[in-house]
């Protein structure tokens, strides 16, 4: 399976999750590339929608691979495996670890602005992104939703690495992936179009 885009991506994970769409689910996507993929997810569902901001802590020679992730509400989660396996020094997390924690405030005042986070007590809550390799991020949305009170917390992805599904089992109360291939290189080689997303375009998927 090959996706052609993010929104394209959206209505097919939508089709898996069409049991939740008498819930009234508020549905967090992930910024940026999970944000157009939960637009269309709350589209078919009629739910609601905002976004849950965290951040990966990617090593620092190779970013894209998560040592642990950061969340608002300061819940932090480390990957020791990665850690361990790569010999990451403790400062060295540190100082990536303050660069992202500023870039995820950056993000919450720009995506939200004066506008308050759509209350999650006591709901449903859906938390989507476009794709999910180690689920260090994912984790770390999970742990946010449940400190602000969610009833129940659902992950959904059009992709992931069998690895990250068997973390998130562990953390959701419901995992839901359309394509877990036997080896993932990486999420993009899964879509088409896996352009780096614009802070406008994450700004238009919310209709901000």
Same mark, same amino acid.
């Given at each position: 399976m090959l996706y052609a885009t993010r929104a394209e991506a959206g209505r097919e994970l939508a089709a898996s999750l069409t049991h939740l769409r008498d819930t009234q689910p508020l549905v967090l996507g992930l910024p940026r590339g999970g944000v157009p993929v939960a637009a269309e997810v709350a589209r078919a569902l009629g739910g609601? !929608?905002?976004?849950?901001?965290? =951040?990966? !802590? @990617?090593?620092?020679?190779?970013?894209?691979? +998560?040592? @642990?992730?950061? @969340?608002?509400?300061?819940? =932090?989660? !480390?990957?020791?495996?990665?850690?361990?396996?790569? =010999?990451? +020094?403790e400062s060295a997390l540190a100082d990536v670890e303050v660069s992202e924690r500023r870039e995820l405030d950056r993000r919450v005042r720009l995506l939200r602005g004066d506008r308050p986070a759509v209350p999650v007590a006591g709901r449903l809550v859906v938390i989507v992104d476009d794709g999910m390799a180690t689920g260090a991020t994912a984790v770390v949305a999970c742990r946010v939703a449940r400190a602000r009170g969610a009833d129940r917390v659902v992950v959904a992805m059009p992709v992931s690495s069998d690895? +990250?599904?068997? =973390? !998130?089992?562990?953390?959701?109360?419901?995992?839901?992936?359309p394509l877990v291939p036997r080896w993932l290189g990486g999420v993009g080689g899964a879509y088409r179009d896996f352009h780096q997303l614009t802070d406008a375009e994450v700004r238009s998927a919310l209709r901000l």
């Amino acid at each position: 399976m090959l996706y052609a885009t993010r929104a394209e991506a959206g209505r097919e994970l939508a089709a898996s999750l069409t049991h939740l769409r008498d819930t009234q689910p508020l549905v967090l996507g992930l910024p940026r590339g999970g944000v157009p993929v939960a637009a269309e997810v709350a589209r078919a569902l009629g739910g609601d !929608l905002d976004v849950i901001v965290v =951040r990966k !802590l @990617g090593l620092p020679w190779q970013p894209e691979l +998560a040592m @642990g992730a950061i @969340g608002e509400e300061h819940v =932090r989660v !480390l990957n020791a495996d990665v850690i361990a396996q790569s =010999r990451v +020094a403790e400062s060295a997390l540190a100082d990536v670890e303050v660069s992202e924690r500023r870039e995820l405030d950056r993000r919450v005042r720009l995506l939200r602005g004066d506008r308050p986070a759509v209350p999650v007590a006591g709901r449903l809550v859906v938390i989507v992104d476009d794709g999910m390799a180690t689920g260090a991020t994912a984790v770390v949305a999970c742990r946010v939703a449940r400190a602000r009170g969610a009833d129940r917390v659902v992950v959904a992805m059009p992709v992931s690495s069998d690895e +990250a599904v068997t =973390r !998130l089992e562990d953390e959701a109360d419901e995992v839901v992936c359309p394509l877990v291939p036997r080896w993932l290189g990486g999420v993009g080689g899964a879509y088409r179009d896996f352009h780096q997303l614009t802070d406008a375009e994450v700004r238009s998927a919310l209709r901000l």
